[in-house]
């Protein structure tokens, strides 16, 4: 009898997340950094995600954009009974779950016919052939005209060093009988014991050591997915852009941000290089080896429209912007391929300087008279080096912030409830950017406290102890577990102290 797993681990669920690249604010501003036409956010929309996992990231959409109908599946039914649970908590009605495999989804009753935006994170890399089939044809015969494609996969030659490591924690695994919660860990020690004989294998890959050190301290959860699936294909980007070509699909940009910016991640050698090839997808393989790119989150589009320098403009004056970042807490400085990069004061000041007085279009932000001497080139570049370094968010219209802040209320509430158990669910919904913010447990306590009427930092503290002591747990500062509870309500106590410093950010994004 054929196992409905497909090889995929199924016996240990993915870990929660909320993945900010699949945000349709974020995805549609891609086009419009290269100049082309899009999928226009805060409009009724139809979206897909394929193998949504645990569904959180879909869910936490669904609040922040309440006019686009979500549909998501994992052949996973746990994850996805999960994910319909919190749908109910959080009095969703465009958020639908379906444990459907790739290869019956689309026959699947009640899908749109077609859809404008199809996602799919962390999947392709962990699929068979077959599936990665079922996916090209699903988006061929699914996506609309001028819909957007996302795709994140494990890259090469990013990849090549650490593939034999993969394979060693695969074929320790294989000798441990029982669960993969038991095959993670028993897998990680017997390749801790393997690399410490010192291998020539680890002398002439030096980068495997300090991965390998990492991996140790990952939850299991997402190790189980990430290496230890019967499937695992790193791509290189020509084999995924061909792949898709049968969709009809070209290829756009990235999600990270920074890839936009040759200036922070090349030399000029090697943009003199990038710049004599005249076909993207040999400039795309150039690139990668020139980064030993490990992992791609590229957009997309079925049918690509270039616009007018008009059109453009008029597109991004249009476009709104928000802090994500406490201002005083931003230092004018970006990691990229380079290195790290020196954000011009002159430049990146008047911006933030602007936005920390709320969000704003572009054309409200040109109306402050130190951001309206900015270049039009310096401007644009400026914003996607700050969206790509985290600091400032695409925005929604304005006009509908009340209506999206009605079901992000719900959402958030459902998920700071949730805090009282547990740390899993680290993101709120904004109905400013129609995307999260990560909050962590104790940050969470905090508001739940905030919403129940406590206004100090200390009653805060104090609640959070409360509810974590309540069930015998503790904090763990350096690896330690603290035990006293004048040491935990003084940690509790610093880190509210802290978060009294992330409020006005998160009241600017209507979260509070």
């Given at each position: 009898?054929?196992?409905?797993?497909?090889?995929?681990?199924?016996?240990?669920?993915?870990?929660?997340?909320?993945?900010?690249?699949?945000?349709?604010?974020?995805?549609?501003?891609?086009?419009?950094?290269?100049?082309?036409?899009?999928?226009?956010?805060?409009?009724?929309?139809?979206?897909?995600?394929?193998?949504?996992?645990?569904?959180?990231?879909?869910?936490?959409?669904?609040?922040?954009?309440?006019?686009?109908?979500?549909?998501?599946?994992?052949?996973?039914?746990?994850?996805?009974?999960?994910?319909?649970?919190?749908?109910?908590?959080?009095?969703?009605?465009?958020?639908?779950?379906?444990?459907?495999?790739?290869?019956?989804?689309?026959?699947?009753?009640?899908?749109p016919?077609?859809?404008?935006?199809?996602?799919?994170?962390?999947?392709?890399?962990?699929?068979?052939?077959?599936?990665?089939?079922?996916?090209?044809?699903?988006?061929?015969?699914?996506?609309?005209?001028g819909?957007?494609?996302?795709?994140?996969?494990?890259?090469?030659?990013?990849?090549?060093?650490?593939?034999?490591?993969?394979?060693?924690?695969?074929d320790?695994?294989?000798?441990?009988?029982?669960?993969?919660?038991?095959?993670?860990?028993?897998?990680?020690?017997?390749?801790?014991?393997f690399?410490?004989?010192?291998?020539?294998?680890?002398?002439?890959?030096?980068?495997?050591?300090?991965?390998?050190?990492?991996?140790?301290?990952?939850?299991?959860?997402?190790?189980?997915?990430?290496?230890?699936?019967r499937?695992?294909?790193?791509?290189?980007?020509?084999?995924?852009?061909?792949?898709?070509?049968?969709?009809?699909?070209?290829?756009?940009?990235s999600?990270?941000?920074?890839?936009?910016?040759?200036?922070?991640?090349?030399?000029?050698?090697?943009?003199?290089?990038?710049?004599?090839?005249?076909?993207?997808?040999?400039?795309?393989?150039?690139?990668?080896?020139?980064?030993?790119?490990?992992f791609?989150?590229?957009?997309?589009?079925?049918?690509?429209?270039?616009?007018?320098?008009?059109?453009?403009?008029?597109?991004?004056?249009?476009?709104r912007?928000?802090?994500?970042?406490?201002?005083?807490?931003?230092?004018l400085?970006?990691?990229?391929?380079?290195?790290?990069?020196?954000?011009?004061?002159?430049?990146?000041?008047?911006?933030?300087?602007?936005?920390?007085?709320?969000?704003?279009?572009?054309?409200?932000?040109?109306g402050?008279?130190r951001?309206?001497?900015?270049?039009?080139?310096?401007?644009?570049?400026?914003?996607?080096?700050?969206?790509?370094?985290?600091?400032?968010?695409?925005?929604?219209?304005?006009?509908?912030?009340?209506?999206?802040?009605?079901?992000?209320?719900?959402?958030?509430?459902?998920?700071?409830?949730?805090?009282?158990?547990?740390?899993?669910?680290?993101?709120?919904?904004?109905?400013?950017?129609?995307?999260?913010?990560?909050?962590?447990?104790?940050?969470?306590l905090?508001?739940?406290?905030?919403?129940?009427?406590?206004?100090?930092?200390?009653?805060?503290?104090?609640?959070?102890?409360?509810?974590?002591?309540?069930?015998?747990?503790?904090?763990?500062?350096?690896?330690?577990?603290?035990?006293?509870?004048?040491?935990?309500?003084?940690?509790?106590?610093?880190?509210?102290?802290?978060?009294?410093?992330?409020?006005?950010?998160?009241?600017?994004?209507?979260i509070?």
């Amino acid at each position: 009898m054929s196992s409905w797993t497909a090889g995929y681990v199924a016996d240990i669920n993915y870990t929660h997340g909320f993945y900010r690249e699949l945000t349709p604010a974020l995805l549609s501003l891609v086009p419009l950094i290269v100049g082309l036409g899009g999928t226009t956010v805060g409009s009724p929309l139809h979206y897909c995600e394929l193998g949504c996992g645990r569904g959180f990231s879909i869910n936490l959409l669904a609040a922040a954009n309440p006019e686009i109908q979500f549909h998501a599946t994992d052949f996973n039914p746990s994850q996805i009974a999960g994910a319909k649970a919190l749908a109910v908590d959080a009095q969703l009605s465009n958020a639908h779950f379906y444990d459907a495999t790739f290869s019956e989804f689309g026959d699947t009753p009640g899908l749109p016919d077609q859809f404008d935006i199809i996602s799919l994170h962390g999947i392709y890399s962990w699929i068979s052939f077959e599936n990665r089939q079922h996916i090209v044809q699903f988006i061929k015969s699914k996506l609309k005209v001028g819909g957007i494609v996302y795709i994140s996969y494990n890259a090469l030659p990013g990849w090549a060093a650490a593939m034999p490591l993969r394979q060693l924690l695969i074929d320790a695994a294989s000798r441990v009988h029982g669960p993969t919660a038991r095959k993670v860990p028993q897998a990680l020690d017997a390749v801790a014991q393997f690399l410490k004989s010192s291998p020539a294998y680890l002398a002439q890959n030096p980068t495997v050591g300090p991965r390998f050190d990492k991996l140790k301290d990952m939850p299991h959860g997402y190790l189980a997915h990430e290496y230890f699936n019967r499937d695992w294909t790193p791509f290189y980007f020509a084999d995924v852009a061909s792949d898709l070509a049968e969709a009809k699909l070209s290829f756009v940009g990235s999600t990270h941000y920074l890839d936009h910016i040759d200036s922070i991640n090349f030399t000029d050698e090697q943009r003199e290089l990038l710049g004599k090839s005249s076909d993207i997808v040999h400039r795309e393989a150039t690139r990668d080896y020139i980064l030993n790119q490990q992992f791609r989150r590229d957009v997309f589009i079925k049918g690509p429209l270039s616009l007018t320098p008009r059109l453009a403009r008029e597109a991004w004056l249009k476009q709104r912007f928000a802090l994500s970042t406490n201002r005083a807490d931003i230092e004018l400085r970006v990691k990229a391929g380079r290195g790290e990069a020196t954000m011009q004061a002159d430049i990146y000041a008047p911006i933030l300087d602007r936005l920390s007085a709320g969000p704003a279009t572009l054309r409200e932000m040109v109306g402050d008279a130190r951001v309206g001497q900015i270049s039009w080139s310096n401007l644009q570049q400026a914003l996607v080096i700050l969206i790509g370094a985290g600091h400032v968010q695409p925005a929604l219209p304005a006009k509908d912030d009340g209506k999206r802040a009605r079901t992000t209320k719900p959402f958030n509430q459902a998920v700071l409830h949730r805090a009282r158990d547990s740390g899993d669910l680290q993101s709120l919904a904004s109905p400013v950017t129609g995307g999260g913010v990560g909050i962590g447990r104790f940050q969470q306590l905090f508001l739940l406290a905030f919403t129940e009427g406590k206004k100090t930092s200390e009653e805060w503290a104090e609640f959070a102890w409360q509810v974590i002591s309540s069930q015998g747990q503790a904090v763990v500062k350096e690896g330690k577990r603290l035990d006293t509870a004048e040491e935990n309500l003084a940690e509790i106590g610093a880190q509210a102290k802290l978060f009294e410093k992330q409020l006005p950010v998160l009241k600017s994004l209507q979260i509070i």
